[in-house]
Protein backbone atom coordinates (compact mmCIF):
# COMPACT_ATOMS: atom_id res chain seq x y z
CA UNK A 1 0.00 0.00 0.00
CA UNK A 2 1.61 3.67 -1.31
CA UNK A 3 2.09 6.53 1.24
CA UNK A 4 -1.40 8.47 0.05
CA UNK A 5 -4.42 5.52 0.09
CA UNK A 6 -2.61 4.41 3.44
CA UNK A 7 -2.92 7.79 5.03
CA UNK A 8 -5.69 8.69 3.43
CA UNK A 9 -7.31 4.99 4.95
CA UNK A 10 -6.74 5.31 8.29
CA UNK A 11 -7.64 9.36 8.35
CA UNK A 12 -11.52 8.71 7.17
CA UNK A 13 -11.76 5.59 9.04
CA UNK A 14 -10.95 7.33 12.23
CA UNK A 15 -13.29 10.07 11.18
CA UNK A 16 -15.64 7.34 10.79
CA UNK A 17 -15.29 5.86 14.15
CA UNK A 18 -16.38 9.28 15.56
CA UNK A 19 -18.96 9.72 13.42
CA UNK A 20 -21.31 12.29 15.69
CA UNK A 21 -18.02 13.97 17.08
CA UNK A 22 -16.60 14.83 13.31
CA UNK A 23 -20.14 16.01 12.15
CA UNK A 24 -20.45 18.18 15.17
CA UNK A 25 -16.24 19.20 14.49
CA UNK A 26 -17.32 20.10 10.70
CA UNK A 27 -20.48 21.94 11.69
CA UNK A 28 -18.80 24.12 13.99
CA UNK A 29 -16.74 25.21 11.67
CA UNK A 30 -19.17 25.19 9.13
CA UNK A 31 -21.11 27.80 11.31
CA UNK A 32 -18.19 30.24 11.79
CA UNK A 33 -16.80 30.05 8.07
CA UNK A 34 -20.56 30.93 7.42
CA UNK A 35 -21.24 33.24 9.96
CA UNK A 36 -17.87 34.81 9.08
CA UNK A 37 -18.49 35.24 5.31
CA UNK A 38 -21.51 36.70 5.64
CA UNK A 39 -20.77 39.51 8.19
CA UNK A 40 -18.31 40.57 5.98
CA UNK A 41 -20.31 40.59 2.80
CA UNK A 42 -23.21 42.34 4.65
CA UNK A 43 -20.61 44.75 6.27
CA UNK A 44 -18.94 45.44 2.52
CA UNK A 45 -22.75 45.89 1.60
CA UNK A 46 -23.00 48.26 4.11
CA UNK A 47 -20.10 50.37 3.13
CA UNK A 48 -20.59 50.42 -0.72
CA UNK A 49 -24.07 51.44 -0.43
CA UNK A 50 -23.49 54.14 1.93
CA UNK A 51 -20.73 55.53 -0.34
CA UNK A 52 -22.70 55.05 -3.39
CA UNK A 53 -25.69 56.57 -2.41
CA UNK A 54 -23.83 59.45 -0.66
CA UNK A 55 -21.98 60.43 -3.59
CA UNK A 56 -25.41 60.25 -5.92
CA UNK A 57 -26.05 64.23 -4.43
CA UNK A 58 -22.85 64.73 -2.54
CA UNK A 59 -20.03 66.53 -5.14
CA UNK A 60 -16.59 65.09 -4.80
CA UNK A 61 -15.12 68.27 -3.90
CA UNK A 62 -16.87 71.53 -2.48
CA UNK A 63 -15.15 75.35 -3.03
CA UNK A 64 -16.08 78.04 -1.21
CA UNK A 65 -14.18 81.29 0.29
CA UNK A 66 -12.99 81.58 3.63
CA UNK A 67 -14.65 82.83 6.75
CA UNK A 68 -17.90 81.78 5.25
CA UNK A 69 -17.87 84.98 2.51
CA UNK A 70 -19.58 84.81 -0.96
CA UNK A 71 -18.31 84.73 -4.53
CA UNK A 72 -18.91 87.13 -7.59
CA UNK A 73 -21.05 85.00 -10.35
CA UNK A 74 -18.59 85.19 -13.36
CA UNK A 75 -17.39 82.43 -14.91
CA UNK A 76 -13.54 82.88 -14.80
CA UNK A 77 -13.46 80.52 -11.05
CA UNK A 78 -15.59 78.32 -12.79
CA UNK A 79 -13.60 78.19 -16.16
CA UNK A 80 -10.26 77.97 -13.87
CA UNK A 81 -11.71 74.47 -12.25
CA UNK A 82 -13.10 73.15 -15.09
CA UNK A 83 -9.96 73.58 -16.97
CA UNK A 84 -8.11 70.65 -14.21
CA UNK A 85 -7.56 67.65 -15.78
CA UNK A 86 -9.42 65.66 -13.82
CA UNK A 87 -12.16 67.58 -13.11
CA UNK A 88 -15.33 66.16 -15.38
CA UNK A 89 -17.44 68.72 -14.26
CA UNK A 90 -18.07 71.84 -12.21
CA UNK A 91 -21.33 73.62 -11.31
CA UNK A 92 -21.63 76.96 -9.18
CA UNK A 93 -24.06 77.08 -6.07
CA UNK A 94 -25.97 79.12 -3.29
CA UNK A 95 -26.37 77.25 0.22
CA UNK A 96 -28.39 78.49 3.20
CA UNK A 97 -30.07 77.46 5.91
CA UNK A 98 -33.80 78.19 6.41
CA UNK A 99 -36.61 76.86 8.63
CA UNK A 100 -39.18 75.39 6.23
CA UNK A 101 -43.25 75.11 6.79
CA UNK A 102 -46.60 73.95 4.88
CA UNK A 103 -49.40 76.44 5.32
CA UNK A 104 -52.22 75.32 7.47
CA UNK A 105 -55.53 75.13 6.33
CA UNK A 106 -58.28 75.21 9.19
CA UNK A 107 -61.07 74.85 6.72
CA UNK A 108 -59.61 71.37 5.33
CA UNK A 109 -58.63 70.29 9.15
CA UNK A 110 -54.81 70.10 7.55
CA UNK A 111 -52.24 71.32 10.30
CA UNK A 112 -48.82 73.51 9.73
CA UNK A 113 -45.84 71.03 9.59
CA UNK A 114 -42.15 72.60 9.80
CA UNK A 115 -38.59 71.44 9.50
CA UNK A 116 -35.07 72.95 8.94
CA UNK A 117 -33.18 72.10 5.43
CA UNK A 118 -30.48 73.06 3.87
CA UNK A 119 -31.04 75.04 0.42
CA UNK A 120 -29.05 74.72 -2.73
CA UNK A 121 -29.38 77.16 -5.44
CA UNK A 122 -28.18 75.66 -8.49
CA UNK A 123 -27.78 75.70 -12.05
CA UNK A 124 -30.10 72.47 -12.69
CA UNK A 125 -28.02 71.69 -16.14
CA UNK A 126 -24.59 71.64 -14.57
CA UNK A 127 -25.32 70.53 -11.59
CA UNK A 128 -27.10 67.34 -13.08
CA UNK A 129 -23.52 66.86 -14.68
CA UNK A 130 -22.03 67.05 -11.32
CA UNK A 131 -24.48 64.76 -8.66
CA UNK A 132 -26.76 62.04 -10.25
CA UNK A 133 -29.56 63.33 -9.85
CA UNK A 134 -32.22 62.74 -12.82
CA UNK A 135 -34.76 64.89 -11.09
CA UNK A 136 -32.67 68.03 -11.77
CA UNK A 137 -32.75 67.71 -15.16
CA UNK A 138 -36.15 66.59 -15.48
CA UNK A 139 -37.58 69.63 -13.37
CA UNK A 140 -35.09 72.12 -14.74
CA UNK A 141 -37.82 74.62 -15.82
CA UNK A 142 -39.36 74.18 -12.91
CA UNK A 143 -36.64 75.20 -10.85
CA UNK A 144 -35.62 78.27 -13.34
CA UNK A 145 -39.40 79.27 -12.11
CA UNK A 146 -38.98 79.58 -8.87
CA UNK A 147 -39.43 75.82 -7.68
CA UNK A 148 -38.11 73.76 -5.06
CA UNK A 149 -37.23 70.24 -4.84
CA UNK A 150 -37.36 68.28 -1.54
CA UNK A 151 -35.64 65.46 -0.32
CA UNK A 152 -38.23 62.47 0.21
CA UNK A 153 -38.09 62.42 3.93
CA UNK A 154 -38.10 66.21 4.34
CA UNK A 155 -41.43 66.37 2.12
CA UNK A 156 -42.94 63.35 3.90
CA UNK A 157 -42.18 64.86 7.06
CA UNK A 158 -44.01 68.12 6.11
CA UNK A 159 -46.80 66.53 4.14
CA UNK A 160 -46.06 68.03 1.11
CA UNK A 161 -46.13 66.72 -2.76
CA UNK A 162 -45.58 67.90 -6.28
CA UNK A 163 -47.75 71.04 -6.48
CA UNK A 164 -47.99 71.73 -3.25
CA UNK A 165 -46.47 74.65 -1.66
CA UNK A 166 -44.06 75.42 1.31
CA UNK A 167 -42.72 78.73 2.93
CA UNK A 168 -39.28 79.11 3.43
CA UNK A 169 -38.42 81.59 6.64
CA UNK A 170 -35.29 83.67 7.39
CA UNK A 171 -34.08 84.55 10.41
CA UNK A 172 -36.17 87.70 9.90
CA UNK A 173 -38.91 86.01 10.01
CA UNK A 174 -39.57 87.04 6.65
CA UNK A 175 -41.42 84.78 4.37
CA UNK A 176 -41.28 83.45 0.75
CA UNK A 177 -43.72 80.77 -1.07
CA UNK A 178 -42.07 78.51 -2.95
CA UNK A 179 -43.99 75.12 -5.15
CA UNK A 180 -42.29 71.95 -5.13
CA UNK A 181 -41.75 70.74 -7.90
CA UNK A 182 -40.22 67.54 -7.42
CA UNK A 183 -38.79 65.11 -4.98
CA UNK A 184 -35.31 62.39 -4.96
CA UNK A 185 -34.86 59.91 -2.93
CA UNK A 186 -30.76 58.49 -2.61
CA UNK A 187 -31.61 56.04 0.27
CA UNK A 188 -29.28 57.73 2.84
CA UNK A 189 -31.37 59.49 5.62
CA UNK A 190 -28.55 62.78 5.88
CA UNK A 191 -29.59 63.53 2.77
CA UNK A 192 -32.92 62.65 2.21
CA UNK A 193 -34.30 64.41 5.75
CA UNK A 194 -32.42 67.91 5.22
CA UNK A 195 -31.43 68.90 1.40
CA UNK A 196 -33.73 70.63 -1.01
CA UNK A 197 -32.96 72.09 -4.40
CA UNK A 198 -34.07 75.61 -6.12
CA UNK A 199 -32.78 77.76 -8.60
CA UNK A 200 -29.49 80.03 -8.29
CA UNK A 201 -31.70 82.82 -9.18
CA UNK A 202 -34.45 82.08 -6.65
CA UNK A 203 -32.34 81.80 -3.78
CA UNK A 204 -30.36 84.68 -4.47
CA UNK A 205 -33.32 86.49 -4.80
CA UNK A 206 -34.96 84.89 -1.66
CA UNK A 207 -31.59 85.89 0.43
CA UNK A 208 -31.65 89.03 -1.41
CA UNK A 209 -27.93 88.66 -2.39
CA UNK A 210 -28.30 89.43 -6.23
CA UNK A 211 -25.10 87.92 -8.43
CA UNK A 212 -23.35 86.03 -5.05
CA UNK A 213 -22.23 82.61 -5.16
CA UNK A 214 -21.31 80.58 -2.29
CA UNK A 215 -19.11 78.40 -4.18
CA UNK A 216 -18.82 75.67 -6.62
CA UNK A 217 -19.21 71.81 -6.57
CA UNK A 218 -17.15 69.38 -8.55
CA UNK A 219 -17.05 66.19 -9.79
CA UNK A 220 -13.90 64.15 -10.82
CA UNK A 221 -13.15 61.23 -12.58
CA UNK A 222 -11.96 59.52 -9.64
CA UNK A 223 -13.42 60.46 -6.42
CA UNK A 224 -10.92 58.18 -5.10
CA UNK A 225 -8.89 60.81 -5.51
CA UNK A 226 -11.07 63.82 -4.28
CA UNK A 227 -8.11 64.70 -1.00
CA UNK A 228 -5.07 65.37 -3.80
CA UNK A 229 -7.32 67.04 -6.23
CA UNK A 230 -8.90 69.36 -3.87
CA UNK A 231 -5.65 70.51 -2.56
CA UNK A 232 -4.44 71.25 -5.80
CA UNK A 233 -7.78 73.33 -6.61
CA UNK A 234 -7.62 74.58 -3.54
CA UNK A 235 -3.70 76.36 -4.33
CA UNK A 236 -5.34 77.43 -8.02
CA UNK A 237 -8.06 79.29 -6.91
CA UNK A 238 -7.57 79.90 -3.73
CA UNK A 239 -10.59 78.61 -2.12
CA UNK A 240 -11.00 76.24 0.72
CA UNK A 241 -11.43 73.08 -0.75
CA UNK A 242 -13.57 69.96 1.12
CA UNK A 243 -13.39 66.60 -0.36
CA UNK A 244 -16.21 64.14 -0.02
CA UNK A 245 -13.93 62.40 2.29
CA UNK A 246 -13.49 64.62 5.03
CA UNK A 247 -17.52 65.08 5.23
CA UNK A 248 -18.13 61.29 5.47
CA UNK A 249 -15.02 59.63 6.14
CA UNK A 250 -15.30 59.23 9.95
CA UNK A 251 -18.15 57.09 9.19
CA UNK A 252 -16.67 54.97 6.59
CA UNK A 253 -13.42 54.62 9.40
CA UNK A 254 -15.71 53.30 11.58
CA UNK A 255 -17.24 50.64 9.44
CA UNK A 256 -13.69 49.29 8.79
CA UNK A 257 -12.96 49.56 12.01
CA UNK A 258 -15.98 47.58 12.78
CA UNK A 259 -16.00 44.86 10.12
CA UNK A 260 -12.26 44.12 11.17
CA UNK A 261 -13.88 43.89 15.15
CA UNK A 262 -16.25 41.54 13.57
CA UNK A 263 -14.29 39.21 11.47
CA UNK A 264 -12.03 39.08 14.77
CA UNK A 265 -14.79 38.30 16.97
CA UNK A 266 -16.10 35.59 14.66
CA UNK A 267 -13.02 33.94 14.06
CA UNK A 268 -13.16 32.88 17.47
CA UNK A 269 -15.87 30.52 16.81
CA UNK A 270 -13.74 28.88 13.93
CA UNK A 271 -11.08 28.62 16.77
CA UNK A 272 -13.28 26.76 18.96
CA UNK A 273 -14.29 24.57 15.84
CA UNK A 274 -10.66 24.11 15.49
CA UNK A 275 -10.20 23.34 19.01
CA UNK A 276 -12.92 20.28 18.62
CA UNK A 277 -10.71 18.92 16.07
CA UNK A 278 -7.81 19.03 18.48
CA UNK A 279 -10.14 17.09 21.24
CA UNK A 280 -10.93 14.73 18.51
CA UNK A 281 -7.16 13.90 17.28
CA UNK A 282 -5.99 13.55 21.07
CA UNK A 283 -8.67 11.35 21.76
CA UNK A 284 -8.15 9.05 18.95
CA UNK A 285 -4.13 9.05 19.20
CA UNK A 286 -5.28 8.04 23.16
CA UNK A 287 -7.31 5.13 21.91
CA UNK A 288 -5.08 4.32 19.11
CA UNK A 289 -1.95 3.99 20.95
CA UNK A 290 -1.43 0.13 20.46
CA UNK A 291 -2.64 0.51 16.90
CA UNK A 292 -0.21 3.22 16.15
CA UNK A 293 2.63 0.62 17.45
CA UNK A 294 1.65 -2.05 15.78
CA UNK A 295 1.96 0.09 12.50
CA UNK A 296 5.24 1.42 13.46
CA UNK A 297 6.67 -1.91 14.09
CA UNK A 298 5.07 -3.22 11.07
CA UNK A 299 7.11 -0.72 8.90
CA UNK A 300 4.83 2.73 8.73
CA UNK A 301 7.19 5.20 9.32
CA UNK A 302 7.09 8.44 11.73
CA UNK A 303 6.45 10.63 8.86
CA UNK A 304 3.43 8.19 7.58
CA UNK A 305 1.95 8.13 11.18
CA UNK A 306 2.23 12.35 11.30
CA UNK A 307 0.64 12.42 7.91
CA UNK A 308 -2.48 10.51 9.13
CA UNK A 309 -3.06 12.42 11.96
CA UNK A 310 -2.65 15.82 10.25
CA UNK A 311 -5.27 14.42 7.18
CA UNK A 312 -7.28 14.07 9.65
CA UNK A 313 -7.46 17.58 10.60
CA UNK A 314 -7.49 18.91 7.49
CA UNK A 315 -10.30 16.58 5.91
CA UNK A 316 -12.68 18.14 9.11
CA UNK A 317 -11.37 21.57 8.36
CA UNK A 318 -11.92 21.07 4.81
CA UNK A 319 -14.96 19.69 4.70
CA UNK A 320 -16.54 22.49 7.30
CA UNK A 321 -14.65 25.12 5.82
CA UNK A 322 -16.21 24.17 2.18
CA UNK A 323 -19.65 23.50 4.11
CA UNK A 324 -19.38 26.79 5.43
CA UNK A 325 -18.15 29.00 2.17
CA UNK A 326 -21.40 27.33 0.42
CA UNK A 327 -23.88 28.31 3.33
CA UNK A 328 -22.29 32.12 3.22
CA UNK A 329 -22.34 31.90 -0.22
CA UNK A 330 -26.38 30.96 -0.38
CA UNK A 331 -27.33 33.37 2.88
CA UNK A 332 -25.47 36.34 1.16
CA UNK A 333 -27.08 35.87 -2.12
CA UNK A 334 -30.64 35.26 -0.34
CA UNK A 335 -29.98 38.56 1.57
CA UNK A 336 -28.59 39.94 -2.12
CA UNK A 337 -31.78 39.03 -3.75
CA UNK A 338 -34.34 39.74 -0.67
CA UNK A 339 -33.16 42.58 1.22
CA UNK A 340 -33.64 43.22 4.86
CA UNK A 341 -35.28 46.30 5.30
CA UNK A 342 -33.74 48.70 7.85
CA UNK A 343 -35.24 51.83 9.57
CA UNK A 344 -33.63 54.79 7.48
CA UNK A 345 -33.14 57.26 10.12
CA UNK A 346 -30.87 55.20 12.34
CA UNK A 347 -28.75 53.38 9.65
CA UNK A 348 -28.82 56.11 6.57
CA UNK A 349 -30.23 53.14 4.21
CA UNK A 350 -33.12 51.93 3.63
CA UNK A 351 -32.47 47.91 3.31
CA UNK A 352 -29.40 45.56 4.44
CA UNK A 353 -26.58 45.64 1.14
CA UNK A 354 -24.79 42.95 0.14
CA UNK A 355 -21.45 42.83 -1.58
CA UNK A 356 -19.86 40.03 -2.19
CA UNK A 357 -16.19 39.95 -2.81
CA UNK A 358 -14.06 37.14 -4.05
CA UNK A 359 -10.88 38.04 -1.76
CA UNK A 360 -13.07 37.75 1.43
CA UNK A 361 -13.82 34.04 0.50
CA UNK A 362 -10.06 33.26 0.07
CA UNK A 363 -8.62 34.61 2.93
CA UNK A 364 -11.37 33.13 5.24
CA UNK A 365 -11.65 29.34 3.62
CA UNK A 366 -7.10 29.77 4.16
CA UNK A 367 -7.48 30.78 7.62
CA UNK A 368 -9.78 28.44 8.32
CA UNK A 369 -7.69 25.74 6.81
CA UNK A 370 -4.68 26.77 8.04
CA UNK A 371 -6.09 27.04 12.04
CA UNK A 372 -7.89 23.44 11.30
CA UNK A 373 -4.23 22.11 10.33
CA UNK A 374 -2.36 23.93 13.18
CA UNK A 375 -4.76 22.26 15.69
CA UNK A 376 -4.16 19.05 14.43
CA UNK A 377 -0.38 19.72 14.46
CA UNK A 378 -0.07 18.68 18.21
CA UNK A 379 -1.46 14.95 18.71
CA UNK A 380 -0.46 14.26 15.12
CA UNK A 381 3.13 15.01 16.44
CA UNK A 382 2.32 13.20 19.64
CA UNK A 383 1.16 9.99 17.48
CA UNK A 384 4.15 10.18 15.27
CA UNK A 385 6.97 10.38 18.22
CA UNK A 386 5.27 7.65 20.20
CA UNK A 387 7.42 4.75 20.63
CA UNK A 388 6.70 1.56 19.64
CA UNK A 389 9.19 -0.88 21.74
CA UNK A 390 8.46 0.39 24.98
CA UNK A 391 4.37 0.48 24.35
CA UNK A 392 4.46 -3.03 23.05
CA UNK A 393 6.57 -3.63 26.09
Known amino acids: MTLRPFVLFLALRHIRRRALQSALTVL ?10 TALSLTNGFIDELI ?13 PAGGGTLPDDGRLLAAIEAHPEVVAA ?13 ADAQAGIPGRQGYTQVLGIDPERQ ?12 ASALEAGGIILGSSLANSLGVWAGDEVLLVDFNRSRTAFPVAGTFRVGNEIIDAAVSYTSVQALQDYLGAPGELSGFHVR ?14 AD ?3 LLATPWQHLFGNLVEQLELQKTLISVVVFLIVLVAAMGIANILILTVAEKTEEIALLRAVGASQRQILAVFTTEGLLLGGVGTLLGALLGLGLSL ?5 PYPLPGDLYFITQLPVALQAWDFVWVCTLSLVTSVVAGLLPARRAGRLDPAEILR
Open 220 to 233: LADPDRALAVAQTL
Open 28 to 37: GVAVGVMVLV
Open 334 to 338: YFKFQ
Open 52 to 64: SSTLQATPHVSLY
Open 91 to 103: APYVSAQALIARR
Open 128 to 139: QAVLDLEVLSAE
Open 236 to 238: TTG
